[in-house]
């Protein structure tokens, strides 16, 4: 082995080390959902279960980081937008048109948390992987399929709730020839790209089960 190659490979178990000694967030290791989707509340102001999701940062050695602050950017996402005013505690939101993020923090990382929000714009833009995650400035990329999420919302029309409306636009996507992941709300199960019942039955059971309550219950507006 030359001196060369030998000061390649100890300047790399160095680096090795110095990753797992400094805990720094490992894209690889880290848990990230391949796609989320925004749901509505109850007439109590209880968020929709159905959108509950976790992230769970972890070191390179596989050590969960619950500590870290978590950042979700929706800046890229070219319909569907995040609620100005959310219900899960301990989240801050940034909402104006140059950045869409929210950021929560220890308390909140590494346990289910469900967001607020709904299709903004009728983008013909796909919002398929568009939501970046960062771990203390650390982008993490999805476990399964090495990208961003995807984002999808059960509020189809505005932020107004769920309502006919709402399904309507849920039909026009499904049958347009062309995949709208904003309409892909099942897409966390198995990270396949596809709209189908399975997503039809996962919008009416939101419907009937009372959470058709949409951002502007709560005050606010999705984002610009």
Same mark, same amino acid.
């Given at each position: ?6 000061? #390649? ?20 290791? *880290?848990?990230?959902?391949? =796609? ?16 509950? #999701? ?5 070191? @390179?050695?596989?050590?969960? $980081?619950?500590?870290?602050? @978590?950042?979700?950017? #929706? ?27 929210? +950021? #929560? ?12 929000? =709904? ?21 993490? +990329?999805?476990?399964?399929?090495? $990208? ?15 309502g006919p409306s709402d399904l309507s636009l849920w039909l026009i996507d499904r049958f347009s020839g062309s995949y709208r992941a904003r309409s892909d709300f099942n897409h966390a199960e198995g990270c396949a790209s596809q709209l189908d019942p399975a997503d039809l039955a996962f919008w009416l059971s939101s419907y009937f089960a009372g959470y058709t309550r949409g951002c *502007? ?8």
């Open positions: 082995m030359s001196a060369k190659t030998s000061s #390649f490979l100890l300047a790399l178990a160095l680096s090795w080390a110095s990753l797992v000694h400094a805990g720094v967030a490992s894209p690889i290791r *880290s848990v990230v959902p391949c =796609g989320i989707v925004l749901v509505g509340v109850n007439g109590q102001g209880v968020p929709d279960p159905a959108g509950a #999701f976790t992230i769970i940062p972890k070191d @390179i050695a596989g050590n969960p $980081q619950c500590y870290r602050d @978590i950042t979700l950017d #929706f800046s890229g996402c070219p319909d569907v937008s995040i609620c100005s005013v959310q219900v899960t505690p301990g989240v801050t939101v940034t909402c104006d048109a140059a950045k869409r993020t929210i +950021t #929560f923090g220890k308390g909140v990382t590494c346990t289910p948390i469900t967001l607020i929000g =709904g299709v903004a714009h009728r983008s013909l833009a796909a919002s398929s992987g568009c939501v970046k995650v960062y771990a203390d400035g650390m982008l993490l +990329t999805d476990g399964q399929a090495n $990208q961003p999420m995807t984002l999808a919302a059960l509020d189809e029309s505005g932020g107004d709730g769920l *502007s219950s709560l005050g606010g507006a999705l984002c610009p």
